[in-house]
């Protein structure tokens, strides 16, 4: 089963699971509770939605990919969202990269916006490529 949350980022009081499905996954289904290995659980958020959507290029880490990248320590990763709190960041992520370039470094944003949507066409075209 993939992992995913269908969050409103631009939500004023956001549910705290829009900041905390993916680190809570790593941190305490993974490792506190150890019901999957983390190497899964990496896997069901990245690699298997990308795949199930049709994302070439997008959930791995490979040569020629887009180098969409999360740097996050298995040993403290957290999430601290809560209904009081709801955007509050998690712990244990030090590093984001989108397309290549860091959009998140040591708890903030780092103001680059390398993303952009990708449309039913596009995801055909490089899919061709």
Not at 32 to 39: A, N, Q, R, S
Not at 97 to 121: E, F, I, S, Y
Request: net charge negative; no cysteine.
């Amino acid at each position: 089963a993939m992992v995913a949350s269908d969050g409103l980022p631009h939500d004023v009081f956001p549910h705290p699971r829009l900041w905390g499905t993916f680190p809570r996954v790593l941190g305490h289904y993974s490792r506190d509770l150890g019901l999957m290995p983390l190497e899964e659980a990496v896997h069901r958020m990245s690699g298997l939605p990308a795949s199930e959507f049709g994302l070439t290029g997008r959930g791995v880490l490979a040569s020629g990919a887009h180098a969409d990248i999360v740097i996050f320590d298995a040993a403290t990763v957290a999430d601290r969202a809560d209904f009081e709190h709801p955007t509050e960041a998690a712990a244990g992520i030090s590093i984001v990269m989108v397309n290549g370039q860091t959009v998140w470094r040591d708890g903030a944003a780092t103001g680059a916006r390398p993303g952009h949507a990708l449309k039913r066409q596009d995801l055909q075209a490089e899919a061709a490529s």
